[in-house]
């Protein structure tokens, strides 16, 4: 019987492994891709920590975890994306740049939200670029902890001198949002750029307010179903002005999602047009909580989005069922993976080998029609595409960097570096009742410099083996950095039809990645429209 049970043991082993890659094929591989490494931001102060409310205090260096920041775009009118958009943890700065070795010729411009109010217990997370007022000239949206976001309305002032930007609040008067993320996208069909902002913490929430004492100062309620997080907003483009007063009004209808679904603790979002009808439909990715793909049914001025879930397979795991997980969504990306034209959804979540070890989603498409009927016809594949582990992961990017038509992967990785590792206490949070989990006391105490939760993981690149398998190169292409992580983001800088990227380190210098593979196809990129002055902001 002893014999027997071995032999099952050893079977399920055979069976389940999956095929190693060979040093031969993963160099074979890394042959197709080159990149040289540059430094987006200089020094700064060696801050790793910010102040918080009294509740956060012994977690600091846990609410201290997020904050930097990248984003490509064209802001000065070159016709390439040849500016950054970082923002920097160390200093809590929002700067615009030119790429180095990019061409772009703007002078460095710091965003400060000037005539708004604005105090130290408030820091920015991200900044989103795009043509809020819709007059051909590219603005910037930066959202923030302790604060709702700030519109940085672009004007014809010459970029470097005063008035170049004029801040506007996104909704008047300001509130105390806690943003994680945003997305753009036409949620009603109307021709023009509204806005989705998931907030993380509780609306009304102080968090970075030495001061504050709120009831709204919790933790989450749950290690896999919490509904008291912050809420996500969903704000119609409403009227536009340009000009030298340039201005951009959005309003908020009554919200379209679910209590449940609003309140998710939301560490990233994604837009796609999965069903071809022109509105994007909306994920997710929750922390502590099921990440929701919601099926957009809008109409002008009424945003309306219908929950649809996975189907549960006979040897589907019930978290490997979309929209009934109890991972930690940290990163979401669309792509298409297997080449049918269907959009494909992949998620970072945590993926720490002896420490919290769940799985990385591959969502891929299971047909044409995907969205019927309340379902979602998704399966996870991350585990025989080599996908499922990448450690702590974060932000996460899918595009095609050799041009040959195949994609390929980059992640955000790491959480808080020190010496001393803290996963032991984390499992012991992990295992702790859930009428517990909302009160930060039960947490365990988290030392800058010290603990370290892991700090050391390194960003992955993930290309295709013929085989159909992704492997991790990164390695190998000199891109493993082992900084922590947080933001990543694309695009044809040189307009070379090389495919570059920019990584938002927290709490060190973030970089470029310039494209130098000599396999990229040089087939002229698609051109982006060259932001100009004169065209007429429009209104409804």
Request: net charge neutral; with cysteine.
């Amino acid at each position: 019987m002893q014999v027997c049970s071995v032999l099952l043991l050893v079977a399920g082993w055979f069976i389940a492994s999956l095929p190693e890659t060979s040093d031969a094929a993963a160099a074979r591989l890394a042959r197709r891709f080159a990149f040289q490494r540059v430094p987006l931001n200089g020094t700064a102060s060696p801050r790793d920590v910010r102040q918080v409310a009294p509740a956060y205090r012994h977690i600091d260096h846990w609410i201290s975890s997020v904050g930097a920041a990248v984003a490509l775009a064209d802001v000065e009118g070159a016709g390439r994306p040849v500016d950054a958009c970082v923002v920097d943890p160390r200093d809590d700065s929002v700067t615009l740049a030119p790429v180095p070795g990019g061409g772009g010729r703007m002078p460095a411009v710091r965003l400060t939200p000037a005539g708004l109010p604005y105090d130290p217990t408030m820091a920015p997370m991200g900044c989103t670029p795009g043509d809020y007022n819709e007059d051909g000239l590219t603005d910037v949206l930066v959202y923030y902890w302790g604060r709702s976001p700030v519109l940085f309305m672009r004007t014809p002032v010459a970029l470097g001198r005063p008035g170049a930007f004029v801040p506007q609040e996104l909704v008047a008067p300001y509130r105390t949002w806690n943003t994680n993320a945003v997305s753009v996208g036409d949620v009603d069909g109307d021709g023009h750029p509204d806005l989705i902002v998931a907030n993380y913490f509780p609306d009304g929430a102080r968090v970075l307010d030495p001061h504050a004492r709120q009831s709204e100062l919790v933790m989450q309620r749950s290690m896999s179903a919490a509904y008291n997080g912050g809420r996500k907003h969903v704000l119609l483009w409403r009227s536009a002005r340009g000009g030298a007063r340039p201005s951009a009004a959005y309003t908020e209808p009554p919200s379209p999602l679910p209590d449940r679904t609003s309140k998710g603790w939301t560490l990233a979002t994604a837009v796609q047009d999965i069903d071809g009808d022109g509105l994007p439909e909306l994920y997710l990715a929750n922390d502590f909580g099921p990440d929701r793909l919601l099926h957009n049914r809008s109409t002008p001025g009424h945003p309306r989005f219908e929950e649809v879930k996975g189907v549960r397979h006979f040897t589907t795991p019930k978290s490997k069922v979309l929209g009934r997980d109890s991972f930690k969504g940290m990163g979401v990306a669309f792509g298409d993976l297997d080449g049918d034209g269907v959009p494909d959804i992949f998620v970072s979540n945590i993926t720490q080998e002896y420490g919290l070890l769940e799985s990385n989603f591959a969502w891929l498409s299971q047909g044409r029609r995907v969205l019927q009927g309340g379902t979602a016809r998704y399966d996870d594949h991350s585990e025989s595409l080599g996908l499922s582990r990448s450690g702590w992961a974060w932000d996460v990017k899918m595009g095609d960097f050799a041009g040959d038509g195949r994609t390929e992967i980059v992640q955000a990785t790491g959480f808080v570096k020190g010496r001393v590792n803290r996963w032991p206490q984390l499992q012991e949070l992990a295992m702790t009742n859930d009428d517990l989990l909302n009160r930060p006391g039960a947490w365990p105490d988290f030392r800058p410099g010290r603990d370290d939760v892991s700090g050391g993981d390194r960003d992955p690149f993930f290309a295709r083996l013929p085989d159909g398998r992704f492997v991790d190169i990164a390695g190998r292409l000199g891109v493993d950095d082992d900084s922590v992580s947080r933001g990543i983001a694309l695009a044809d800088v040189q307009h070379d039809g090389r495919l570059d990227y920019a990584v938002a380190n927290q709490w060190r210098r973030s970089f470029f990645y310039r494209n130098v593979g000599s396999s990229a196809r040089r087939a002229a990129a698609p051109r982006p429209p060259r932001p100009r002055e004169g065209r007429r902001a429009r209104g409804r």
